[in-house]
C-alpha cells in the first residue's frame, strides 16, 4: 500500500510539472533587408497570448504548449507561420513586404506601398527609427533624410515645422492618418501642431513620393504621406516615459493596453504631456496628446475598431522674419523674436497659435470569402483654435522696452488704453479663429477576379464646415475696442471673445468614386486607376450681409475632378527590379479660387481645374545585405491655384490669391542601405531638383489681414525657382551596435539650392532670380542603451541635433534687388540636446 502511494504521489508530480512546465521560444525578426523589425508580433496559433520583439528585433516568448504554431507579423509584411516541437530557438526570421497582412482595421489596407511591387517612389520609416530619432524635433524633421523632403522648424514655435516633398508644400501632399485624409477641405494645409503627440503612437510612417498608391479619391501632387497609429497591442502590458532637453523642454506619458482578451476585446490607451520654454525667444509651450482604440474581433470574419487622438496645445510664435543684420546685432542672436513682449514683467506672446484637432474613426473589417474583403471608416473631426494678432494701431507694437532688439513695451499700450477712457481701446490683441467639423466615410471593397487579378473599388464621401472669424483676446487695459464691420450690429463696442473684423463660414461636400485593377503574375506587378470626384462649395457670410439678405448665403458651386493613372514593375530577378508610372488628373480649384474677394458678390462660378500630369521612371537592386533605389521624376502643373501670406514692412500681413500660375517639377533621386556587418548599418541619399515656375500671371489680388482687397497686381514670375525647399539634398547615416542593445547612430544631412519665397510686391515687374540661400549641412546623432529593471526592459536613450552648432538660414523672403542684405529670414536651431527614458511593463 504504502509502494502504491509513493507510486501515486510521483504520478502526481511528473503531471503537474507537465502541467506547469514551460516552453520557451527564441527568435529575432527582420525585415527583407536583414534590418531588425521591433514591436513585431509573435503570437501561439489558437491562442490568445503573445509577445513582441524588442527593438532589436529579439523576442522571448514563453507558452504552456509542448509543441505548435507561431505566426510573426509585423504592419505591411507578410505573416509568417513556424512550427516548434520543444523549446526552440527560431534564429533569424526574414519577414517579407506585403499589403496583404495589414489587418489593422485601418482604410490603408490597401494604401500601403510594398517594395518591388508597388511601382512608386517610396520610403517607410518604423517606430524604433521614429522613437530613437525624434527627441524634441518636429514631426515632419523624422523625414529629413528623405529623397526629394525638405523639413523645417519655419519661425520655430512648437509644432509650426513645414515639410515640402519634391517642392510641394503641405497643400498639394496628401496626407493621411489610418488611411483617412487630414489636410484642411478648404485649402489643403496641414497644421503639424495638431498632431505633436502622434509620434508617440505610430507603427510606421510611409512617404509615397509622386502619384502615390492611395485609392482614395485623393489627388497628391507632391506624393503621399501615411501615418499609421498603433492599434490594439497582442500583449499585455505597456510603458511610461519621461523626456528632458534644452530650453526648459519636458514630456512625460504612458501607455497601457489590456492585450487580446479572452472575449475578442482589446484596448489600448497612451496619454502625454509636453512643455518648455521654446528655443526661439517668446515661444513657450504647452500640449497635450491623448490616443485611445477599443477592438473586437467577432467571430472569424469580422473585426471592428474605434479610434480617438487629439494634441490640444498652446505655444508662443515668431511669425515675423527678420534682416540677418537684424539678427546678428541683436541681443539674444538668431534666437531674436520680434513678436512678444512684457507686462507688468510677465510674457505677452503678441503671435501665438492655440488648437485642438480630434480624430474619432468606427472602422470595420469584413472578411466576405477567401478572395473579397470590405474594409470601411466612418470616422469625424472637430478643431476649435486660431492664431494671435494685433489690432487698432499696430503701430504701437513696434515700441520696444530699450533697443530695437528688445521685448516690446505692452505696458506703454496698457497705459495708453486706459488714458484714452471711453476712446476704447488704442491697439489691442485678438485672434484669427479657424474652427470646423468635419465628417467623412471611405469603403474599399477588393476582390481576386482570379489567381492574378483583382478588383478594388470604393466610395469617399466628406463633409466639412470651416468658421472663419476674428475675436478679441486681450483688451490690453481697455474697457471695449471699437468695430464698425458688422452690418448686423455697427458700431459696437466689443469686449473679450466678441467677433470683430470678418466672420463667415466655407461649406465643402466631397463625394469621390475610385477603382482600380490590380495584376500580379510572376515577376509582373501593375495596376490601372481611375478615379472621380464631385467638389462643391458654399460660402456664408454674416459680417458683410444683413440676415435678411438673400446674398448672405451663396448658392452651391460644384467642380468635377478626376484622375487616370497606371503603373507597372518587373522584377528582373530575386535582385533587380524596374518600374515605371504614369498619370494626369484634374483638382478642383481652391475654396478663394471661386470666392474671389472674401465676399458674395464676386463669384468665379467657371473656375479653372488644376491640371497635372505625371511621369516617373525606377530602378531597384535589393541584395542580402546592399539595398539602392534610383528614380527619375517630371510634373507639369498648370492653372494652379496658390494662396500666398507675406509679411509687410510694418509687420502687418498680407496674402496674394494666385490663380492659374504653371510649374515643373523634375528631379533625379537616390538611396541606399549597406549593412556591412551585423553591427554596422550605412545609410545614404541624394536629390537632385529642377522646380521652376513657368509663366507670369496678372491680375492677382492682394488682400491684408482684415480679408479686404487692397490691390491688383501683375506677377513676373516665370522662370524663377520654386522656393521654400531645398532643390539639392543629401544624406548618409550609420547606425552601429556598440553592444548588446546599445546602438549609436549619426546623421549627416546637406541642404543646397534652397531659393527665397517672392514678394509679390515687389514683382511687378521683371527682376532677377530670387535670392539663393547659403547651402548648409548638419550632424545629428543619438546613443541608445536597453537594459533590465528586475523583469522589465528599460530604454535610455540620448540624442544631439546640431552637433557643431552650425548657423544656417532655413527661410527667407525675398528683399528689394534680391540680394542678402535686403533678405529677411529665419535661422533654424543651432545645438540642442534631448534624454529620454522608458520603462516597458
Do not use: C
Not at 44 to 57: I, N, T
Not at 629 to 640: A, C, F, L, M, S
Amino acid at each position: 500500500m504504502r509502494n502504491f502511494k509513493n507510486w501515486l504521489v510521483v504520478v502526481m508530480l511528473i503531471s503537474t510539472s507537465a502541467i506547469f512546465a514551460q516552453t520557451k521560444l527564441t527568435g529575432k525578426i527582420v525585415d527583407e533587408t536583414n534590418q531588425p523589425l521591433p514591436g513585431a508580433t509573435v503570437v501561439l496559433q489558437g491562442a490568445q497570448s503573445g509577445a513582441s520583439s524588442d527593438f532589436d528585433g529579439n523576442f522571448t516568448f514563453e507558452t504552456s504548449s509542448a509543441n505548435g504554431t507561431i505566426l510573426v507579423s509585423f504592419v505591411g509584411y507578410e505573416t509568417k507561420t513556424l512550427t516548434f516541437n520543444g523549446a526552440k530557438n527560431f534564429g533569424t526570421i526574414a519577414l517579407n513586404p506585403s499589403a496583404e497582412s495589414l489587418d489593422e482595421i485601418v482604410i490603408t489596407a490597401t494604401s500601403f506601398a510594398i517594395a518591388r511591387k508597388t511601382p512608386v517612389a517610396v520610403s517607410t520609416v518604423k517606430a524604433d527609427v521614429i522613437e530613437n530619432k525624434l527627441g524634441s524635433q518636429e514631426f515632419p524633421e523624422i523625414l529629413k533624410s528623405t529623397p526629394g523632403v525638405y523639413a523645417t522648424k519655419s519661425g520655430g514655435g512648437f509644432g509650426d515645422g513645414g515639410l515640402t516633398l519634391r517642392g510641394f508644400n503641405s497643400e498639394n501632399v496628401a496626407v493621411m492618418i489610418n488611411g483617412v485624409p487630414v489636410n484642411d477641405m478648404e485649402n489643403g494645409r496641414v497644421y503639424w501642431s495638431n498632431w505633436a503627440g502622434l509620434a508617440d503612437v505610430t507603427s510606421a510612417m510611409q512617404v509615397q513620393r509622386g502619384l502615390g498608391a492611395s485609392k482614395v479619391a485623393v489627388p497628391s501632387i507632391g506624393g503621399t504621406v501615411n501615418i499609421l497609429s498603433k492599434t490594439t497591442d497582442m500583449e499585455k502590458g505597456g510603458n511610461i516615459f519621461t523626456s528632458t532637453g534644452n530650453d526648459g523642454y519636458q514630456k512625460y506619458g504612458a501607455t497601457v493596453s489590456t492585450g487580446l482578451l479572452d472575449n475578442g476585446f482589446a484596448a489600448t490607451v497612451s496619454a502625454s504631456k509636453t512643455k518648455g520654454n521654446g528655443y526661439v525667444d517668446g515661444t513657450e509651450f504647452e500640449g497635450y496628446s491623448y490616443f485611445a482604440n477599443i477592438s473586437k474581433q467577432i467571430g472569424d470574419n469580422h473585426k471592428i475598431s474605434i479610434t480617438s487622438f487629439g494634441a490640444p496645445q498652446w505655444h508662443g510664435q515668431r511669425q515675423n522674419q527678420s534682416l540677418i543684420s537684424t539678427y546678428r546685432n541683436a541681443e539674444s542672436g538668431i534666437k531674436f523674436n520680434p513678436n512678444w513682449g512684457l507686462r507688468d514683467g510677465n510674457v505677452v506672446n503678441v503671435e501665438d497659435n492655440f488648437y485642438h484637432k480630434s480624430q474619432t474613426s468606427l472602422n470595420h473589417y469584413w472578411t466576405i470569402s477567401d478572395k473579397t474583403n470590405l474594409s470601411t471608416a466612418l470616422y469625424a473631426s472637430w478643431g476649435t483654435g486660431g492664431g494671435g494678432g494685433t489690432a487698432g494701431n499696430t503701430g504701437l507694437f513696434n515700441e520696444r522696452i530699450g533697443g530695437s532688439d528688445q521685448p516690446i513695451d505692452i505696458d506703454n499700450i496698457v497705459a495708453l488704453n486706459r488714458a484714452n477712457g471711453a476712446l476704447g481701446a488704442e491697439a489691442y490683441l485678438r485672434a484669427s479663429r479657424n474652427d470646423h467639423s468635419w465628417f467623412g466615410a471611405l469603403s474599399t471593397l477588393k476582390t481576386e477576379l482570379n489567381d492574378h487579378l483583382s478588383f478594388v473599388g470604393g466610395v469617399d464621401i466628406r463633409s466639412y464646415v470651416g468658421k472663419h472669424f476674428s475675436e478679441v483676446t486681450d483688451l490690453l487695459g481697455a474697457d471695449y475696442a471699437y468695430d464698425n464691420n458688422n452690418v448686423n450690429n455697427p458700431n459696437a463696442a466689443l469686449q473679450v471673445g466678441d467677433k470683430r473684423d470678418y466672420w463667415n463660414d466655407g461649406e465643402v461636400e466631397w463625394q469621390g468614386l475610385f477603382t482600380q485593377l490590380e495584376y500580379d503574375k510572376d515577376n509582373i506587378a501593375g495596376f490601372v486607376s481611375v478615379a472621380v470626384s464631385n467638389t462643391s462649395y458654399v460660402r456664408v457670410d454674416y459680417f458683410n450681409y444683413l440676415d435678411s439678405d438673400a446674398l448672405q448665403t451663396t448658392d452651391q458651386y460644384n467642380f468635377t475632378g478626376y484622375s487616370v493613372k497606371g503603373g507597372a514593375n518587373y522584377n528582373i530577378n530575386g535582385e533587380h527590379n524596374v518600374f515605371a508610372n504614369i498619370g494626369y488628373f484634374e483638382k478642383a480649384p481652391g475654396f478663394d479660387a471661386v470666392f474671389l474677394n472674401f465676399d458674395n458678390e464676386h463669384i468665379n462660378a467657371d473656375a479653372e481645374n488644376q491640371k497635372i500630369f505625371s511621369t516617373e521612371l525606377g530602378y531597384g537592386f535589393k541584395g542580402r545585405n546592399f539595398g539602392a533605389n534610383v528614380n527619375i521624376y517630371r510634373t507639369e502643373w498648370k492653372d494652379r491655384t496658390l494662396t500666398r501670406s507675406f509679411a509687410n514692412p510694418d509687420g502687418s500681413f498680407n496674402s496674394a490669391n494666385i490663380l492659374g500660375v504653371n510649374a515643373i517639377h523634375q528631379g533625379v533621386e537616390l538611396d541606399w542601405t549597406y549593412r556591412a556587418s551585423d553591427k554596422l548599418t550605412l545609410t545614404g541619399m541624394l536629390s537632385l531638383g529642377d522646380w521652376t515656375w513657368d509663366n507670369n500671371v496678372e491680375n492677382v489680388q492682394i488682400f491684408d489681414d482684415s480679408q479686404n482687397l487692397v490691390q491688383t497686381i501683375n506677377l513676373f514670375i516665370e522662370g524663377l525657382k520654386v522656393s521654400d525647399a531645398a532643390q539639392t539634398t543629401a544624406a548618409l547615416g550609420f547606425d552601429y551596435e556598440l553592444m548588446k542593445k546599445t546602438h549609436f547612430t549619426m546623421d549627416f544631412n546637406y541642404f543646397a539650392d534652397i531659393y527665397a519665397r517672392y514678394d509679390p510686391n515687389r514683382r511687378t515687374s521683371v527682376g532677377p532670380q530670387a535670392w539663393s540661400l547659403p547651402d548648409y549641412s548638419t550632424f545629428d546623432m543619438s546613443i541608445r542603451h536597453g537594459f533590465k529593471i528586475g523583469d522589465l526592459d528599460a530604454t535610455l536613450t540620448g540624442r544631439m541635433n546640431n552637433v557643431f552648432d552650425t548657423q544656417y538660414i532655413s527661410d527667407a523672403t525675398d528683399g528689394v534687388g534680391s540680394v542678402t542684405e535686403t533678405a529677411y529670414v529665419w535661422y533654424g536651431y543651432g545645438r540642442t540636446f534631448n534624454i529620454s527614458a522608458k520603462l516597458k511593463f
